[in-house]
């Protein structure tokens, strides 16, 4: 049974950082794109970053410079740090992992970003 299972979301001041985690279980996780998705508020789900099986990192544009995403294939586990946050980054973040035709989604995590 495949799982990936994020925490590390919450409620966190402007400028704050936050280090998102997703540990996946029931895959081989070394040969997967991992990738961090997020959903504002009454908007669509959208790309932040995405780590090859080879470590090439993807980020989108809104968050280059700030987050930063990694991996750890010995705790089958992907991480985003999201530094100097700000009020746009609230939304729920969602752990996606692809293979081939593979494509397996975590339940979400809630980060909200307000003083």
């Known amino acids: 049974q495949v799982q990936l299972v994020e925490s590390g979301g919450g409620l966190v001041q402007p400028g704050g950082s936050l280090r998102l985690s997703c540990a996946a279980s029931?895959?081989?996780?070394?040969?997967?794109?991992m990738s961090w998705y997020r959903q504002p508020p009454g908007k669509q789900r959208e790309l932040v970053a995405s780590?090859?099986?080879?470590?090439?990192?993807n980020y989108a544009d809104s968050v280059k410079s700030r987050f930063s995403i990694s991996r750890d294939n010995g705790r089958n586990t992907v991480y985003l740090q999201m530094n100097s946050l700000s009020p746009e980054d609230t939304a729920i973040y969602y752990c996606n992992g692809k293979w081939n035709w593979r494509n397996y989604w975590g339940q979400g995590t809630q980060v909200t970003v307000s003083s």
């Open positions: 780590i090859s099986s080879g470590e090439t990192t």
């Open positions: 029931g895959i081989i996780f070394s040969s997967y794109t």
